[in-house]
């Protein structure tokens, strides 16, 4: 799959405070990703790639991507709501509404992320 294909992951797309909310509620169930991505940026386009590239089941479900470019207001809530530095590309894994896991750029991989 390269960069620039259409993708058949799941992803739950992230795009106001209402989806927020509901990825906090969502990670007392079962661990989530989110993934914040910039799409004029190559590195996260790679980092999104590895993410869809997994072929095996995984302990994560839930999915979360966050476009930076259109929704920078909910990447600053998320850094306030979860005490984590602003990056891209990002992935944090929240579990009972805290982050348990905060990789960014060449560390973003399933190996890292589970």
Known sequence: MGWFSSSSFNWIELNNENGLDHLIKSSFDKKVLLFKHSTRCSIS???KNRIESVKEPREIEGCFLLDLIKHRDISNEI????????????VLV???????????????????IS
């Open 45 to 47: 386009s790679m980092a």
């Open 94 to 112: 929240i579990k009972d509404g805290v982050c348990v896991k905060d990789l960014s750029h060449s560390n973003i991989s399933w190996d890292n």
């Open 79 to 90: 850094a306030s709501k979860f005490n984590v530095i602003h990056e891209s590309p990002q």
